[in-house]
């Protein structure tokens, strides 16, 4: 079994940047893309960015050029670094392998208000 744990989630200003990190533990298969996810309220989950292991990256055109994406497989974790943030980019925030085919965590909550 896997287990994705995401942390780094909180309240910010429309402009401002957070950092999202995603630890996977358990039983660690290698993941050859990770990505991120989120989903709004009333809406459905939706990928925002995936990250291969040579470092190939995707990104949605909702954040293109404002969020970037890395990971660290040494220590087992991919960052979600996200710039100019706007309160549509208000969600919940998940990680998983390309196609979400794991369970999910708990997620982080990025709330972007002023």
């Known amino acids: 079994q896997v287990q994705f744990v995401e942390s780094g989630g909180g309240l910010v200003q429309p402009g401002g940047s957070l950092r999202l990190s995603c630890v996977v533990s358990?039983?660690?298969?290698?993941?050859?893309?990770m990505a991120w996810y989120r989903q709004a309220p009333g809406q459905a989950r939706e990928r925002v960015a995936s990250?291969?292991?040579?470092?190939?990256?995707n990104f949605s055109d909702a954040v293109k050029g404002r969020f970037t994406v890395s990971r660290d497989d040494a220590k087992s974790t991919m960052y979600l670094q996200m710039n100019n943030l706007k309160p549509e980019d208000t969600a919940v925030y998940y990680c998983?392998?390309?196609?979400?085919?794991?369970?999910w965590g708990q997620g982080t909550q990025v709330t972007v208000s002023s």
């Open positions: 358990g039983r660690n298969p290698d993941i050859a893309i």
């Open positions: 998983s392998n390309l196609g979400g085919t794991w369970p």
């Open positions: 990250i291969s292991k040579t470092g190939g990256k």
